[in-house]
């Protein structure tokens, strides 16, 4: 079955870094769009980037030039590189497949950006 697993989050200071990951299984990781989630407290999700089967990638304005996604297609493994953090990106980040017109969701990892 599809499985989504994400790794990588928990607390930066504001200006930092992190790299988080997705691991992906049982469906046909190249050839299908992944896609970056986020959702804060109380707060509805909001799309934050995605890549393509062949590399291309979109990002949500308030991200873009600070956070870099990529995919390895033989790990199946797709990546989220946040720099600059601001406390504004504090959410639980999740990564998302559209597979079979069913939408699939990892567990999520926490994103904490404070001083």
């Known amino acids: 079955q599809v499985q989504l697993v994400e790794s990588g989050g928990g607390l930066v200071q504001p200006g930092g870094s992190l790299r988080l990951s997705c691991a992906a299984s049982g469906f046909p990781f190249s050839t299908y769009i992944i896609t970056w989630y986020r959702q804060a407290p109380d707060k509805s999700r909001e799309w934050v980037a995605q890549i393509t089967n062949d590399g291309r990638t979109e990002y949500h304005r308030t991200v873009k030039g600070r956070f870099t996604v990529s995919r390895d297609n033989i790990k199946n493994m797709v990546y989220l590189e946040m720099n600059n953090l601001k406390p504004e990106d504090t959410a639980v980040y999740f990564c998302?497949?559209?597979?079979?017109?069913?939408?699939?969701w990892g567990p999520g990892t926490q994103v904490t950006v404070s001083s």
């Open positions: 998302n497949v559209l597979f079979k017109a069913h939408d699939y």
